[in-house]
């Protein structure tokens, strides 16, 4: 294992934008970099800093590690920067990801809120190429606007195979878009559930991934089936330096996929009651 | 050791105050000796310098964590395949840590070395250090040890343990490392009456201490304290202390047990550098995301956050309160905020 805290190097090899203020960027490390879906990376820009990301393998380029990056402040703005060719590092992976053995057999129903879709994303592949195992694959997918639904392209072509039931909203847009507008939360009570045989997992804004916990609940499927991928600040991402703690978890360590189970027993996740 | 032995092996000894200093200058030609100094810092001595090591009566000012954790330390190269770390560890010994202190390091040691990810440096600096500690003469007026379950004299964490006896110390091994230096050291093997002695003594501090405390109404269980703060996120006394903190972090730099802290990245290709400095859950944006969403942007919450973390979180997932009662904290707070205080509150409800 490389020494605590020690990247591996990795070459930027394009940067896609997908929408305004997203990029999508393919590394290829300089070793292989195996991860499970859900579990975590620190990208590293050599003498700028590091920030935790949900790398993606696509199936078409199983050479090349995939970021979806979304702009938003002093790393993720040097990040949209880069130009291919640039000298990037890699440690992890980190963290547990989403709990594969126990959604074999299950109606697989999937949330995914902005670029939270990026950390879902190699769940998602992981279940489609897979679809023996998975017998249903759900996906709701909610955006502030249009142009702010990432992988669209491809996620309408997988629909289109007819692996994935796929359901997107926005909450506000012109003319151009014919599809269903509202909250995420909203396209839950479109869908056939059967709570028995259901598992869901999340990724996007926490109020998002609260509500529509609470409404999976609701509808009968178990709290210990209920998948939050959740964000917190990070900088070691081996549960040493204390930045991602929420109550007695270390959400670098022991998440960033945590059960709405456990998480609706934290009083700071929860808020007051 | 087979079972025989060790009832005749003798397992404490008698040095005189002269031959005990002797032998530390001794050791310090050849390996670097801490120790507090007239100020209550930990200080580097050279083997020419015992004579100014102060013999502290309570705790010093420094926690034991600035050796093995530095407040700001360099950690090379940020890519695995650049060698340019492997600094050499040297050997070290530490005297004058006290009971709290070792409580504090072993608390360190559980957060850095167990699990999946160890801190190998850390181990390194740990194992190349021999810790002699001894017993509390005079806690302090902050010292409160005895509330929270803890004693004013070491019982493990130790290599060697030093008990004021007449004339001189007792010594007491706690570790292999410890007993081959007695046995190097040339100490004769304490007597019966000097064993007793300690006990005694150990006792009457011990009793005096819990006393002073008690009639101040000091006195903690660790299972309600974690029970109250748990449940006591909307308490108005959060808010109402919090208007003391200055945010000075003093608090968390001080705390033997306080492990935050924060990667950083500098440098220019090809020599790029890693460090790693001291942070603390009382900054506003500790825990800041780059969404801007911040999950305790009111000061009154990061105090909250910081109990939490002492009295839930230490004791849910480590076993004990994160707090050792060194009372550092009540020392440095610019504001005059006592942990004592606080927690007498909440116990009260
Ligand atoms: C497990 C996990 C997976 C994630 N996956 C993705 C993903 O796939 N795609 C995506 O777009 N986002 C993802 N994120 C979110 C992403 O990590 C953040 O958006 C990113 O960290 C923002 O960094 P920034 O520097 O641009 O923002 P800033 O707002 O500049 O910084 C964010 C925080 O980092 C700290 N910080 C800022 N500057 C420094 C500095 N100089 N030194 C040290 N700390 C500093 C601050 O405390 C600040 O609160 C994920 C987050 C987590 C926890
Ligand atoms: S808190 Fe207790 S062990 Fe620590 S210095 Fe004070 S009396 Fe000694
Ligand atoms: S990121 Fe350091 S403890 Fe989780």
Known sequence: MAELYQALRAELVSAVPETNGIKTLALRPERPFTFAPGQFAQLLVPGKGEAPFSPAVAPERPELLEITVMKRGRLTSLLHRLEPGAKLGLRGPYGRGFPLEQFAGKELILIAGGVGLAGIRSLLFEVLS?????????????AKTPGELILREWLLAQAGRNRLELHMTVETSDDSWTGKKGLVTDLLE?????????????????PMMKAAALELVKKGVLAGRIFLSLERNMSCGVGQCGHCRLGPVHVCKDGPVLTWSRLEKISEFRGPR | MKKWES??????????????????????????????????????????????????????????KAIFFPARSGLGTPFADDHARGREIPARIIIGAKACDLAALELLDRIFLEGEFPDEEYRGQRQKTLIISSDCEEPSEFCFCAALGGSPYPVSGFDLNLTPAPGGWLLEAGTEKGRELLAESGFRAATEEERAHREKLRAEKSGKLQERLLAEGFKFE?????????????????????????????????????????????????????????????????????????????????????????????PSELGRPGCVGCGRCIEACAGGLDLRRTLKELSVG
């Open chain 2, 222 to 314: 660790a299972a309600q304290l974690q029970k109250v703060i748990e449940s006591a996120t909307q308490s108005p006394l959060w808010r109402r202390l919090s208007e003391k903190c200055v945010e000075c972090a003093a608090c968390s730099f001080i705390c033997p047990t306080c492990h935050c802290f924060l990667l950083s990245d500098r440098g220019h290709a090809p020599d790029f550098l890693r460090s790693r400095a001291w942070d603390s859950c009382s900054y506003r944006d500790f825990a800041r995301l780059g969404s801007g969403a911040n999950p305790r942007p009111r000061r009154a919450q990061r105090l909250r956050n910081r109990f939490e973390k002492k009295f839930c979180f230490f």
């Open chain 1, 130 to 142: 897979q679809s023996e195992k998975y017998p249903r694959v759900v996906l709701l997918v909610g």
């Open chain 2, 7 to 64: 009832s005749s092996a003798p397992s404490q000894f008698f040095a005189e105050g002269s031959e005990f200093l002797s032998r530390l200058k001794q050791l310090a030609k050849s390996l670097s000796l801490y120790g507090p100094d007239q100020n209550s810092r930990l200080k580097r001595f050279r083997a020419d310098q015992v004579r100014q090591i102060v013999f502290n009566p309570s705790r010093m000012l420094d926690p034991l």
């Open chain 1, 190 to 206: 479109g869908i056939r559930i059967e709570p028995e045989r259901s598992s869901a997992a999340m990724c996007g804004p926490e």
